[in-house]
């Protein structure tokens, strides 16, 4: 039976994740920590053989963490982030693995199969260890670097012309084939760019996708009922509803600082 510490500051997540890790029925939790120095401490008293670790955290992330512990602890490491692009294309090149929240079992199954494998010695070699850590310096290099300016304008066309849109004024968007349905107050407008080129461009700290069709603007939430299978609705200021799918759920969660048990059954 393998030995395992979970440290993520999200409540729910955290849970989900000890659960998870239970379930495998090959390793015990010896630890759930709720912050980064916590995980030091504990990763250091008990030298635990995996290490599922949030990147963000309050007192110390995640790569301070794996600093402070090298040298004198040793746990297969699978990064749990919110963190995409970027960090995706660094941790997805090794080993052991990442979970991008939000992640489905099947996702952590795999993550927790190749770090089982690096603890019985089927893992990455040492070159491969000596890639990871370029990588993470490459990445910590380039998260410290300034953020690029979110999209705050755009046009749309009405009655042949030209509408400029305050992105903060959107409630939602709605993806319409290679279109993007636009939902400002009791009014709609079509924008010819898809989900897929319009989300990046979004300030991540005010929007948040919450189904494949759907993108909200956190600001018009006010309240979250749950639903059927795990998805939950979104009720908006101005009495919009919105599915939220089960795949967003924690993220949404995360989000609104649903810490406790408040949204635990959204």
Known sequence: MLTAIVADDEKLARRRLVRLIEETGDAE???????????????????????????????????????????????????????????????????????????????FKDAFARAKDRVTGHGRNGAEDDRMRALLADYIANAQQPAKQSLDRVAVRVDGVLKVIRTADVDWLETDGNYIRLHVGGASHLLRMTAAAIEPQLDQRAFLRVHRRFIVNVDRIVEVQPW????????????????????????????????GEALEGA
């Open 29 to 107: 939790v010896v630890a759930a920590c709720a912050g980064g120095r916590e995980a030091v401490d504990q990763t250091l008293s008990l030298q635990p053989q995996l290490l599922f670790l949030d990147v963000q955290m309050p007192d110390l992330d995640g790569f301070g963490v794996l600093r402070e512990i090298t040298g004198r602890a040793s746990p297969a490491t699978v990064f749990v982030t919110a963190f995409d692009q970027y960090a995706v294309r660094a941790f997805d090149v090794h080993a052991v693995d990442y979970l991008l929240k939000p992640f489905d079992t099947a996702r």
């Open 228 to 259: 059927f299978a795990g998805d939950a609705i979104l009720i908006l200021r101005n009495g919009a509803k919105l599915r939220v799918s089960r795949t967003y759920r924690e993220r949404l969660h995360a989000r609104l600082g649903a810490r």
